[in-house]
T-cell receptor, first 114, second 114 residues
């Protein structure tokens, strides 16, 4: 069975600084996808960034980038120039090529200090 | 474009009572998901529909939970009878159905079972 592990329950970052959120996963599949979703307080979950396992190049979306280490089964999210609006719960998630359902980690609560 | 709609937003019931949640996905999205998010944990898939057929319901407690998606559009999730451990946020999501497709989430229904 596939598992996603987020071992840090909480992190804090100063506004305008950079923070990295960690995620590891376990799978025997070769075709899979990894995602970071953001869940702001009392608001809907939204996609931040996604990575196809077959791509070696790390995905980037504006201030968000990932460090995908396939051999180590690691998928961390880097947020640059942190903003107050980045404060939220962040979930790492996984899906296989065969089934689009998401397997989520426990999440990490990110707070941003002004 | 309208997002995923869910109702009610909040529900409080006594244990052993019944409850139903409704979801209207994004127009054109063939795949619909129901996730259960217990406080402090990541969402867990309960059931996945492709049009009006069930793709995955392996983690649905079928002795008390049921779901349907009539005409491949709206969906209803029912719990009968509810237990204390069913207290959670029930999230509905929809997507175009491929593993790399973004899932769009509704605001969720927060269920409290007393």
């Amino acid at each position: 069975a596939q598992t996603v592990t987020q071992s840090q329950p909480e992190m804090s970052v100063q506004e305008a600084e950079t923070v990295t959120l960690s995620c590891t996963y376990d799978t025997s599949e070769s075709d899979y996808y990894l995602f970071w979703y953001k869940q702001p307080p009392s608001r809907q979950m939204i996609l931040v960034i996604r990575q196809e396992a077959y791509k070696q190049q790390n995905a980037t979306e504006n201030r968000f980038s990932v460090n995908f280490q396939k051999a180590a089964k690691s998928f961390s999210l880097k947020i640059s120039d942190s903003q107050l609006g980045d404060a939220a719960m962040y979930f790492c998630a996984y899906s296989t090529g065969a089934n689009s359902k998401l397997t989520f980690g426990k999440g990490i609560t990110l707070s941003v200090r002004p | 474009e309208a997002g995923v709609a869910q109702s009610p937003r909040y529900k409080i019931i006594e244990k052993r009572q019944s409850v139903a949640f409704w979801c209207n996905p994004i127009s054109g999205h063939a795949t619909l998901y129901w996730y259960q998010q217990i406080l402090g944990q990541g969402p867990k898939l309960l059931i996945q529909f492709q049009n009006n057929g069930v793709v995955d319901d392996s983690q649905l407690p079928k002795d008390r939970f049921s779901a349907e998606r009539l005409k491949g559009v709206d969906s209803t999730l029912k719990i009968q009878p509810a237990k204390l451990e069913d207290s959670a946020v029930y999230l509905c999501a929809s997507s175009l159905g491929r593993a790399y497709n973004e899932q769009f989430f509704g605001p969720g229904t927060r269920l409290t079972v007393l």
